[in-house]
Structures are given as structure tokens and as C-alpha cells.
């Protein structure tokens, strides 16, 4: 697997970035590949979610220099900033592929990165993605189409937390958010963190992870 370190990407065009992988993909002209990088401030409204559960109004937003946008994943309404690692793989499971399965590896990835740093991530059932206790440190959404999954995880490094009370997060209300640098009161930086994720997802998905510079 070819693994991109994008740095600073804004979210439309990381949307374009995934959206002609994906089609390169399902025509063999690449291989599968793993994309990760930060996003400006933004606010993205998945499937199921709604505009509802953006709580700052417009104002604020402007005020706070935080875009809002829709996205075709999965999930509901989730913050991507500074501080934070996204990550897009776009990786082909098959027609047939197990996306629970997908979905509960992409988990080991995270929780087995958090383990590196001492942080003992774990699973809710019913909810996607990664929590610490009663607080949520990585969220997860996906779209598979022809087979090919986009979208992916998003996990709190150290981003400005304050940013997740503009939002009802993932349509959870009776939880928390958190990151590695509010438990540890201190943090690698994204990039470095990218990389040991990237090692993980080697082993939890049994490929050989090289690194790759994207070919646009």
C-alpha cells in the first residue's frame, strides 16, 4: 500500500483528491493507497446527518473561520482541524468486501497507534470509532462504491478541542471528545503521528506499507 503524506489539504479539495483515486483505482491504474493529512477548520455533515446539529450560527462560524460542508460518508456531523489526522484510504475490499470488518480494522489501527503513546483506546458498541473512557478520541466514516472505500478516520492529536462544542458530534450527546495531547499534556506532531499509523495499518491489514509521493 502507498502511503501520501499531504500536510495542510482544504477539506473540497481533499474531496476531489479521494473522488479521482478512487476512479483510478477501480481501473487499475493504481494500487491501493492511504492518504492522510490536516484540514483547515470545517464542519462536515455526513449522510445522516443534519445542518440541526451545528450549534454556532453563522456569525460564529465566520467569526471562528470554520467551514461547513457536506459529505457523502457515512455518519453524521464531525470537525476536522488543525491538530488533527485524517486519514482517506482508498482501498479495494471487493464487491463483496465485509464493511463491518473494514470498519472494526480501521478501529485496531487507531487503538493499536494510541497504544504507542500509552492511551488504551477502545469500542463502544453501537458506536463507530475509538473512545477513551466516556470521551471519543477518533471517529470513523466511510462510502464504499464499486467495491472501493473513501472517507475513512479522524484522530484527535492535538487539536483545539473547543471547536467540538460548535457541533453535536457523531449525534452524541451524553459523551465527550478528547486527544492525545489533553491525556498525556503532550503530543508528537501530526506528521510523526501519521507515521505510526501507517505502521499499524500495515499489520492490522497484512500489506506492505510504502512510502509514496500522490501523482495528480
Not at 32 to 40: A, E, I, S, Y
Not at 46 to 66: F, I, Q, Y
Request: glycine content about 16%; hydrophobic content about 40%.
Amino acid at each position: 500500500m502507498d502511503v501520501c503524506w499531504l500536510g495542510e489539504v482544504a477539506y473540497t479539495d481533499g474531496l476531489a483528491l479521494q473522488q479521482d483515486l478512487h476512479e483510478r483505482r477501480a481501473s487499475g491504474a493504481v494500487g491501493d493507497t492511504l492518504l492522510q493529512l490536516t484540514h483547515p477548520h470545517v464542519y462536515t455533515v455526513g449522510r445522516r446527518g443534519s445542518r440541526g446539529d451545528v450549534l454556532w450560527d453563522d456569525a460564529t462560524l465566520r467569526e471562528r473561520g470554520v467551514a461547513v460542508v457536506e459529505a457523502d460518508r457515512g455518519g453524521q456531523v464531525t470537525y476536522h482541524g488543525p491538530g488533527q489526522l485524517v486519514g482517506y484510504p482508498i482501498v479495494d475490499i471487493g464487491p463483496q468486501g465485509d464493511l463491518v470488518r473494514y470498519v472494526r480494522d480501521l478501529e485496531e489501527v487507531l487503538i493499536r497507534a494510541l497504544r504507542r503513546y500509552g492511551i488504551e483506546g477502545s469500542r463502544v458498541p453501537g458506536a463507530s470509532g475509538v473512545w477513551v473512557g466516556l470521551s471519543k478520541i477518533g471517529a470513523i466514516g466511510v462510502k464504499v462504491s464499486r467495491g472501493i472505500t473513501k472517507h475513512g478516520y479522524a484522530l484527535n492529536v492535538s487539536p483545539d478541542l473547543g471547536y467540538f462544542r460548535g457541533i453535536v458530534p457523531c449525534g452524541i450527546v451524553d459523551r465527550g471528545v478528547t486527544s492525545v495531547a489533553e491525556l498525556n499534556g503532550d503530543a508528537p506532531g501530526v506528521e510523526v503521528f501519521a507515521q505510526d499509523v501507517a505502521s499499524e495499518f500495515g499489520g492490522v491489514f497484512g500489506c506492505e506499507i510504502r512510502a509514496a509521493e500522490l501523482v495528480r
